[in-house]
């Protein structure tokens, strides 16, 4: 809550409320979090379409609050899906929008699995102006991920989604293409060393938080 409240005290406006009066927003702003929202900012953010970033868990961790996405995307905001601080697994990040929301408005319908894939995929491409990825069709970029589908209940088209949501995770990856060309095959990454990576990537942060 600090922001907006800091917002209001120095501009007597909410944060939403403060950039729509200084006319910076437009279908070309890409808002980050949108946690701590008023009805009428919600209602700004549809207006004017702007593209926004969730990190349901990354809000959880640092006790921020639930963003409203079922709401700003009934007003017509484009919602994409992204990870955040420690939690960076987004198979998790997909569990956690799948599900917060639900309790959140005690309603089992809200947030269905194909809307928060549609999020993690199309409408992520779009909250970042990407016109060519997040989706399989001629001409697109050819980046995809192949998901193991060994799955512990009866696997229908009806349920695919849900369960790929709740029953797969990273280690579930078979296969992952970039641009048409193959980085990991049969669980394999090619033509990396994981373990070098991982000590690259170690050591990046820790001059990071040294820093």
């Known amino acids: 809550m600090y922001e907006p409240e800091q917002c209001l005290k120095n501009y007597g406006h909410r944060t939403i409320e403060h950039y729509d009066a200084l006319g910076i927003l437009d279908e070309t702003t890409m808002a980050s979090q949108c946690v701590q929202l008023s009805a009428h900012e919600v209602d700004i953010v549809g207006e004017r379409r702007i593209k926004v970033t969730t990190m ?37 990040s997909l569990r956690g929008a799948f599900l917060m929301h639900k309790a959140r408005l005690l309603d089992p319908r809200t947030m269905p699995a194909r809307v928060v894939w549609q999020m993690a995929t199309k409408e992520g491409a779009r909250a970042m102006g990407l016109r060519d990825v997040g989706m399989i069709r001629v001409g697109a970029s050819a980046d995809i991920i192949a998901i193991d589908l060994d799955l512990p209940t009866p696997m229908q088209p009806h349920n695919l989604l849900d369960q790929l949501i709740l029953w797969r995770d990273a280690d579930h990856v078979d296969s992952v293409m970039c641009a048409g060309r193959w980085l990991k095959r049969d669980h394999v990454v090619l033509n990396a060393d994981p373990a070098a990576l991982l000590a690259k990537t170690r050591e990046a942060a820790t001059r990071l938080w040294a820093a």
């Open 56 to 92: 349901p868990l990354s809000n959880c961790e640092v006790g921020g609050g639930f963003a409203p996405v079922p709401e700003m995307r009934r007003a017509g905001a484009t919602v994409g899906l992204g990870t955040d601080g420690y939690v960076a697994n987004f198979f998790a």
